[in-house]
Antibody, heavy 121, light 107 residues
């Protein structure tokens, strides 16, 4: 079974750093892009960026460029999303998802279960 | 940036109803359009990709159509488990794969 399993919920203070993870299993991890999505409370999803695990080629949505870092450790089939300085506005649910494609069309399946990040003083 | 809009923002329906949700892109995106279903506290689930292709395992009462700027998701015979929020997503303009604001389907 193809699965993405994310790390657990985090509660942090403004100014702290954080790295959350997304571990793939049931497929060849290096053969598929992995994306990250933010969903703020009561809002729709927002696309953050994608990474190619084979060579760590990373593409960020302009809204998130410079705000977060996406990385990967292909030896353990795990992608990461990290912040160096958290803000209260980073409070959200974060999802990872595997990108599939055909004839230049792209879609995302499966998704991880989500990691809730709460930033509060 | 390509902007996505969805209508209506919410709708009330009954079991066995036929429901049509609409998604519009701010510019032509060919068929680079996906539909997802999200239930409270759960991750989005892929229903339709490339505008009209049904994801494996998704009931055939779900169907998608459209090309260019206008797209629809139709649920033929609404079931109790279909009450959820539905999002469209464009993948024409990488890496900004923007989502629409969603349509909430409830009783």
């Amino acid at each position: 079974e193809v699965q993405l399993v994310q790390s657990g919920a985090e509660v942090k203070k403004p100014g702290e750093s954080l790295k959350i993870s997304c571990k793939g299993s049931g497929y060849i991890f290096t053969n598929y892009w992995i994306g990250w999505v933010r969903q703020m409370p009561g809002e729709g999803p927002e696309w953050m960026g994608v990474i190619w695990p084979s060579d760590s080629d990373t593409r960020y949505s302009p809204s998130f460029q410079g705000q977060v870092t996406i990385s990967v450790d292909k030896s353990i089939s795990t992608a990461y999303l990290q912040w160096s300085t958290l803000k209260a506005s980073d409070t959200a649910m974060y999802y990872c998802a595997r990108q599939l494609s055909s004839n230049d069309r792209r879609w995302f399946d499966p998704w991880g279960q989500g990691t809730l990040v709460t930033v509060s003083s | 940036d390509i902007q996505m809009t969805q209508s209506p923002s919410s709708l009330s329906a009954s079991v066995r109803d036929r429901v049509t949700l609409t998604c519009r892109a701010s510019q032509s995106i060919s068929t680079y359009l996906n539909w997802y279903q999200q239930k409270p506290g759960k991750a989005p689930k892929l229903l339709i990709y490339a505008a009209s292709s049904l994801q494996s395992g998704v009931p055939s009462r779900f169907s998608g159509s459209g090309s260019g700027t206008d797209f629809t998701l139709t649920i033929s015979g609404l079931q109790p488990e279909d009450f959820a929020t539905y999002y469209c997503q464009q993948t024409y303009s990488p890496p900004s794969f923007t989502f629409g604001p969603g349509t909430k389907v409830d009783i």
